[in-house]
Every structure is written in structure tokens, then in C-alpha cells.
T-cell receptor, first 112, second 113 residues
Framework: GENVEQHPSTLSVQEGDSAVIKCTYS??????FPWYKQELGKRPQLIID?????GEKKDQRIAVTLNKTAKHFSLHITETQPEDSAVYFC???????????FGKGTLLTVNP | DAGITQSPRHKVTETGTPVTLRCHQT?????MYWYRQDPGHGLRLIHY???????DKGEVSDGYSVSRSKTEDFLLTLESATSSQTSVYFC????????????FGPGTRLLVL
């Protein structure tokens, strides 16, 4: 089955800096890659996603890039703010099913 | 929050007792999922459903069973709870005809003593 590796497990940045979280996946047939943000005690919420026919997608300060050849995708957050502090999860969906496999998460701390 | 509720939201039980968690949706989404979340493990799929009475196992299904008799309800049962099943349980829903995003419920915090 699909295997998703996520790095780093923790990331601390200063307010205003950029943050990058990287994920790799194993199933070359995977075609959908969402990113979720989970604040303490809350449910995971989708912040951005990308499909395999697209190389990059942006939404304000958030962007995701996908390299299908290398089987990795990354989340980029620019001009970080304290409210960006949370756990971020990447996930991948295999080509022939509707299940998501999640990475283990990255705890992002943005220091004021 | 996508019309998903979970009940109970918190539960404390003893080892060996059966426990049933309920996920209810008002979105008429076809797919429903049960995950458990543990520190250092992220979200792991327990079971999922692709329609009424259609269910299948995920990666950590041992000790759990599910049922879906109506589109809106997906039940997760721990037949005989163990301390290793202490976790936070999240239900999620999705529908390929509506963009396939998975939306999560608020979670159930389960403590097995």
C-alpha cells in the first residue's frame, strides 16, 4: 500500500519567515495530495490540495508543489504568523481508491 | 463544519467492555471513514465505507468493527476495549462528485482504563 513520509517532525520559525514541509510517497499511481492543518484540540482542516496534473498551486501565503518524477510534494508558507502555529499533515490518495494515507505530521511553531 | 457530528465526544471505559462510537452526517456523502490519532503516528485509517452496507478494513482494523445501515450513520465498535485503544477517534466524510475532499468530525476522546 501507499506509504507517506513527512519531514521535519517539528519546525520552529520566527514570525515573518517562510516555512517548508516536505513529503514523499511510494505509490506512483497516487493522484491527489491534500494538506491539513490541525490546531490543538481541534479537527484537521484542509488548507490546500493538489492533483497530479498540476505542478504548483497557490492560495495567498500558502503554496504546494508536486514533483511526480521524484514522488514528493511540499507545503510552503510565506510570511508566517503566530496563528500559523499548528500541526500540519500531508496525505496521498492512491490512483484506484478513495483512501488517504497520512504522514505523521509536522508541529510548526511560529515565534513572535 | 460540513455537517458531521460524533458521539460521544468523550468517554472513559474499562478494559474488556464494548464501546460504540457514532458518526452522523447531514451531507449525503457516499464515503465515510474512521481514523485514530495517536502522538507520533498521525492519522491512521481503521475502517471505511463506500456505501450503505459496504465497508472495508484500513491499516489498523484489528479489534474494531463497523456498520453502516444508513447513509448518514457510520458506527465504530470496539468489541472488547483494551488500553491500547485509548486514542482520539475522528470520523471523516467525502464524496467524489463533490471534489473528494475529506471533511473531519470533531473527534471522540476515548480513555480505556
Amino acid at each position: 500500500g501507499e506509504n507517506v513520509e513527512q519531514h521535519p517532525s517539528t519546525l520552529s520559525v520566527q514570525e515573518g519567515d517562510s516555512a517548508v514541509i516536505k513529503c514523499t510517497y511510494s505509490d506512483s499511481a497516487s493522484n491527489y495530495f491534500p494538506w491539513y492543518k490541525q490546531e490543538l484540540g481541534k479537527r484537521p482542516q484542509l488548507i490546500i490540495d493538489i492533483r497530479s496534473n498540476v505542478g504548483e498551486k497557490k492560495d495567498q501565503r500558502i503554496a504546494v508543489t508536486l514533483n511526480k518524477t521524484a514522488k514528493h510534494f511540499s507545503l510552503h508558507i510565506t510570511e508566517t504568523q503566530p496563528e500559523d502555529s499548528a500541526v500540519y499533515f500531508c496525505a496521498a490518495r492512491g490512483g484506484s481508491n478513495y483512501k488517504l494515507t497520512f504522514g505523521k505530521g509536522t508541529l510548526l511553531t511560529v515565534n513572535p | 463544519d460540513a455537517g458531521i457530528t460524533q458521539s460521544p465526544r468523550h468517554k472513559v471505559t474499562e478494559t474488556g467492555t464494548p464501546v460504540t462510537l457514532r458518526c452522523h452526517q447531514t451531507e449525503n456523502h457516499r464515503y465515510m471513514y474512521w481514523y485514530r490519532q495517536d502522538p507520533g503516528h498521525g492519522l491512521r485509517l481503521i475502517h471505511y465505507s463506500y456505501g450503505v452496507k459496504d465497508t472495508d478494513k484500513g491499516e489498523v482494523s484489528d479489534g474494531y468493527s463497523v456498520s453502516r445501515s444508513k447513509t448518514e450513520d457510520f458506527l465504530l465498535t470496539l468489541e472488547s476495549a483494551t488500553s491500547s485503544q485509548t486514542s482520539v477517534y475522528f470520523c471523516a466524510i467525502s464524496d467524489r462528485d463533490r471534489g473528494e475532499t475529506q471533511y473531519f468530525g470533531p473527534g471522540t476522546r476515548l480513555l480505556v482504563l
